[in-house]
């Protein structure tokens, strides 16, 4: 099975393992499972660590060669996840949280989640 790992469970995978639930974790360490992360969760983390955003304190350069070197795969972002947002509930205003449910729909991949108000978009998510 394929999961899209949202951007604050791929920041705790990599620095405070903690704060993941124990159902991300048996997910996650699956090893029959493919796990993806966005170019968005890239983006994001560079803008807002940037901004001095207490709890997106990593480097995003490095957490994408982590990624990488861990056999996660990288998902980009096309016209046609962009073209999906507009189709989405306005359930939740955070861009980034909105193009990740449009990728994950449009790809047919269960978006693994922490947030609350993300799970609340119909489509392939899963609450962790």
Same mark, same amino acid.
């Given at each position: 099975?394929?999961? +899209?790992?949202?951007?604050? @469970? #791929?920041?705790?995978?990599?620095? %405070?393992?903690?704060?993941? !639930?124990?159902? =991300? &974790?048996?997910?996650?360490e699956n ?13 994001e983390i ?15 350069? +490095?957490?994408?060669?982590? @990624? #990488?070197?861990?056999?996660?795969? %990288?998902?980009?972002?096309? !016209?046609?996840? =962009? &073209? ?45």
């Amino acid at each position: 099975m394929k999961f +899209l790992i949202d951007t604050h @469970l #791929l920041i705790w995978a990599a620095n %405070e393992p903690e704060k993941l !639930s124990s159902k =991300a &974790v048996s997910l996650m360490e699956n090893p029959e499972h493919e796990l993806l992360f966005s170019a968005a969760s890239i983006w994001e983390i560079a803008i807002k660590n940037g901004l001095g955003r207490d709890d997106f304190k990593v480097d995003a350069r +490095l957490l994408r060669r982590g @990624l #990488l070197d861990n056999d996660y795969t %990288e998902l980009a972002i096309t !016209s046609a996840h =962009a &073209v999906f947002v507009e189709s989405l509930p306005l359930i939740h205003k955070d861009p980034f949280d909105r193009i990740l449910v449009a990728q994950a729909t449009a790809e047919g991949i269960t978006l693994l989640t922490a947030d609350s108000t993300v799970a609340k978009y119909p489509g392939p998510i899963e609450l962790v």
